[in-house]
């Protein structure tokens, strides 16, 4: 996490394009990381979105996902999230009426409910949003 490595990953097919629909259609964009917030991660994340040209509104830094998420939700509404943690969209999925998409390359759908559309990559994500009226 150190390295500065993550500042160089490629950018996924179609990830820049969702991001910038979801804009367009008025959604704030808020990415919620697991990743610590101490220099050099933060700056390195901040860096590589910037890079990238990344359209979002906030970026968080938080130790637990699903603490964020039920706090989050007693002051704002989510519309929709976007996740490659399985646990973190379950928890969602069981608690609240919200859209999760979950991004998994492997395509593992045995793991998941009804509730949770399985992608394996943003233009999946693009069509499964469009088909909901979300973009």
Known sequence: RVSGVKRQLPLL?????????????????????GR????????DTKYWLNA????????????????W??????????????????EILQFVS??????SVYLDHKRNRSVVNNKIAVVAGWKEIQDYLKRNGLL
């Open 36 to 43: 610590p917030r101490w220099d050099p991660v933060a700056s």
């Open 13 to 33: 097919p179609d990830a820049k394009e969702t991001l910038e629909g979801l804009k367009r259609n008025g959604m704030d964009i808020w990415i919620v990381t």
């Open 94 to 99: 069981r608690n609240f009426g919200i859209f």
């Open 69 to 86: 998420v039920k706090q989050s939700l007693e002051k704002e509404r989510i519309r929709i999230m976007i996740d490659d943690e399985l």
């Open 52 to 67: 990238n040209d990344l359209p979002y509104d906030e970026l968080f830094f938080v130790a637990n996902k699903q603490v």
